[in-house]
């Protein structure tokens, strides 16, 4: 069955660092692979997108590698700040648009 | 634009009645999913339409769980008779047509709790 792992339920770094997120998928063929951020009580918010041909996607201080060999996102964060605390969500999705979210990865940045 | 918006922020019921979450889409996205959220399953999705149609339903747990869009700018996820199981977080989320890199804009979430 498809299954998606993304790295330790917490993940706690110093501001300043960069923040490294991993998003592990078997039995899986997804034509585009997006990262998600949350924040309590609200609906996940869309950060990128990247697709099945492409290695790396960056926006500002975001970058997301997406390698279907070893069936594996990173999504980075540099110069992190305490604002981007939040829990991180990976979506595989199908040309279809249906997308299979991981559980997510709380990230706290502490200054 | 308003984004997606659900209606009730919050309900609380007891097991057995009847519960109804409603959906409006952002104008002109013509696909909508409707997901839950639970501590213990993450973000599943329940079933997603497409220009107003079904298209996968294979999330939606058992036959107390039903919904229907009729139109492009509304839709209800109904369950009867709600159990306390059912108590999470429903969103429902809108896209431009079904496609690669269709980016699904969320909507605040429906917190049902089942007494």
């Known amino acids: 069955s498809q299954k998606i792992e993304q790295n330790s339920e917490a993940l706690n770094i110093q501001e300043g660092k960069t923040a490294t997120l991993t998003c592990n998928y078997t039995?899986?063929?997804?034509?585009?692979l997006q990262w998600y951020r949350q924040d309590p009580g609200r609906g996940p918010v869309f950060l990128l997108l990247i697709r099945e041909n492409e290695k790396e996607k960056r926006k500002e201080r975001l970058k997301v590698t997406f390698d279907t060999t070893l069936k594996q996102s990173l999504f980075h964060i540099t110069a992190s700040q305490p604002a981007d605390s939040a829990t991180y969500l990976c979506a595989l999705s199908t040309n279809a648009g249906k997308s299979t979210f991981g559980d997510g990865t709380t990230l706290t940045v502490k200054p | 634009d308003a984004g997606v918006i659900q209606s009730p922020r919050h309900e609380v019921t007891e097991m057995g009645q009847e519960v109804t979450l409603r959906c409006k889409p952002i104008s002109g996205h013509n696909s909508l999913f409707w997901y839950r959220q639970t501590m213990m399953r993450g973000l599943e999705l329940l079933i997603y339409f497409n220009n107003n149609v079904p298209i996968d339903d294979s999330g939606m747990p058992e036959d107390r769980f039903s919904a229907k869009m009729p139109n492009a700018s509304f839709s209800t996820l109904k369950i009867q008779p709600s159990e306390p199981r059912d108590s999470a977080v429903y969103f429902c989320a809108s896209s431009t047509s079904g496609g690669q890199g269709e980016t699904q804009y969320f909507g605040p979430g429906t917190r049902l709790l089942v007494l």
């Open positions: 039995n899986y063929s997804p034509a585009y």
